[in-house]
């Protein structure tokens, strides 16, 4: 059986049970839902962060489900995998894309029904408001689909889309994202540019639709590859575009790119975790919604874990297979969540001077919101933010480690970036390299402190490590003469 959203919540419950959890009674769209969420973070009761199915939304008929990518536990599981394995595993399943499989429309879920003409209305989904300033609900998990009017390429791309009225959404993408550079390329030509937005699939479909590939194009594919299987794809009913046929749902439409063609947009938490944005934004005007006849609306947290976890995987997996085909002996790279997707860290097993900048620019070229680099020695685990640190403090120096460049294209999102005159809000920003490697062989440098690993893999706590038992002596009988 092909894999969708439904398989992977089957493996999901498999795995571990207690991964997702329901509620029944009527909840709020607007910050109640999300408010449930947000405290079960740090809530004992709730281990692992689980993803939670809403099955009765005020306004909708609908159930939503929120917090599906909120670990990476659970995006790592979704390519068979843990933690630890799961950025070069999927460097390997984005590098090796597989073909789409078209099937005719009685084939696919997702045209079990279609809405059209003044059966269209947006507001009947489940889309939530999560944050307090937030202008309204928006859809956060939509993969938008478009063409790319010179090779003929299908683009993805995952983007904010406010609601706007019945028939209308609002459309915000990243100027340094290649869906911006499609938007333009119609605007030069005066046409219109179809768009279809995909909600609910396997992780696969939105870690795919974020990759950061080379060129327009691919992301369709690169699902597949990441799911170990060809993406089953149908052609969709009021745009010339194949979309993913057993998606639950899929907004249809078209984007007027007329520079005229614009109204207000936002606020919105973002994933720097600031409303950045705000301003007028053209449109998505619907055509179609078409669903299964029993969809599961799937929302993303904005400004939150789980906004953070789903952009961080596919753009590490991306970077550590593209820095490497660079400088071969990058080991691992990570994005800690903190760092809202602009600060990296590449550990690296250094060979000649000079080798941690070069891949640093090769990160920059992959990823352009990427802001500071840190890279490390391969001894240094990149997923633990004590040993960089450790790293930073006693292997860099300022004045001779520390590479500063002004002016470069960034992330627009983020609060302190800045235009062509410094005052002037724009998308540049100033990166940094920040090299906290040893010296290249064969110079020294001091040995790092360790317990003689033989013997840490020889010893077992736990059988000799007891508990402590309350009213228990805490020595045993007491020596009282020596001698």
């Not at 040995?447 to 228990?472: H, K, Q, T």
Request: hydrophobic letters at 40%; aromatic letters at 6%; glycine letters at 8%.
């Amino acid at each position: 059986m092909a894999q969708d959203l439904r398989t992977y919540l089957d493996q999901l419950i498999k795995h571990d049970p207690g991964q997702l959890k329901i509620v029944e009674e009527e909840i709020e769209p607007e910050f109640e839902a999300a408010a449930i969420v947000h405290k079960m973070e740090k809530d004992p009761k709730y281990p692992g962060f689980p993803a939670v199915l809403f099955k009765n939304i005020k306004g909708s008929k609908i159930p939503l489900l929120l917090n599906l990518h909120g670990t990476y536990e659970r995006v790592a599981l979704s390519i068979n995998t843990d933690v630890h394995a799961m950025v070069p595993e999927y460097g390997k399943r984005e590098g090796s894309p597989i073909p789409t499989t078209l099937v005719s429309s009685d084939q696919a879920p997702v045209h079990e029904v279609v809405l059209t003409g003044d059966q269209i209305d947006v507001t009947k989904l489940p889309s939530l408001v999560h944050q307090e300033l937030d202008a309204g609900p928006y859809i956060t998990s939509a993969a938008a689909i478009t063409r790319d009017p010179d090779s003929g390429r299908q683009n993805a791309g995952i983007f904010r889309h406010q609601i706007q009225g019945p028939r209308q959404v609002g459309f915000m993408s990243n100027p340094a994202h290649h869906t911006s550079y499609i938007l333009r390329a119609y605007r030069e030509l005066g046409q219109k540019m179809e768009v279809a937005l995909v909600i609910g699939h396997h992780p696969a479909m939105l870690m795919g639709a974020v990759s950061k590939l080379p060129g327009i194009g691919g992301e369709l594919e690169v699902m597949g590859g990441l799911l170990g299987e060809s993406l089953e794809v149908v052609q969709a009913k009021t745009v010339d575009l194949q979309v993913p046929a057993r998606a639950e749902i899929i907004i249809e439409g078209f984007v007027d790119t007329d520079p005229e063609k614009v109204q207000n947009e936002g606020p919105f938490g973002e994933y720097p975790l600031y409303y950045t944005r705000l301003g007028p934004m053209p449109w998505l005007q619907i055509t179609a919604i078409t669903m299964r006849k029993q969809p599961i609306y799937v929302d993303v947290f904005n400004a939150h874990r789980e906004h953070l976890v789903l952009g961080a995987l596919p753009r590490m997996g991306g970077i550590y297979r593209r820095v490497r085909e660079s400088i071969p002996t990058v080991t691992a790279v990570n994005l800690p969540l903190m760092g809202i997707r602009s600060t990296l860290f590449i550990a690296m097993k250094k060979k000649v001077e000079g080798e941690p900048k070069i891949a640093a620019c090769a990160a920059f070229a992959v990823d352009p919101i990427l802001k500071h680099i840190f890279i490390v020695d391969d001894d240094i685990d990149v997923f633990d933010n004590d040993q960089v640190m450790w790293a930073f403090t006693t292997r860099f120096q300022g004045d001779r480690d520390l590479i500063v460049m002004p002016n470069f294209l960034g992330g627009h999102l983020n609060p302190v970036t800045y235009g062509f005159h410094r005052e002037e809000k724009g998308p540049m920003e100033t990166k940094m390299i920040l090299d906290c490697t040893k010296p290249a062989p064969p110079a020294t440098f001091p040995p790092a402190c360790r317990i003689p690993p033989e013997v840490v893999e020889r010893v077992n706590p736990s059988g000799v490590v007891l508990d402590y038992a309350p009213g228990a002596s805490l020595v045993n009988d007491p020596i009282t003469s020596m001698g």
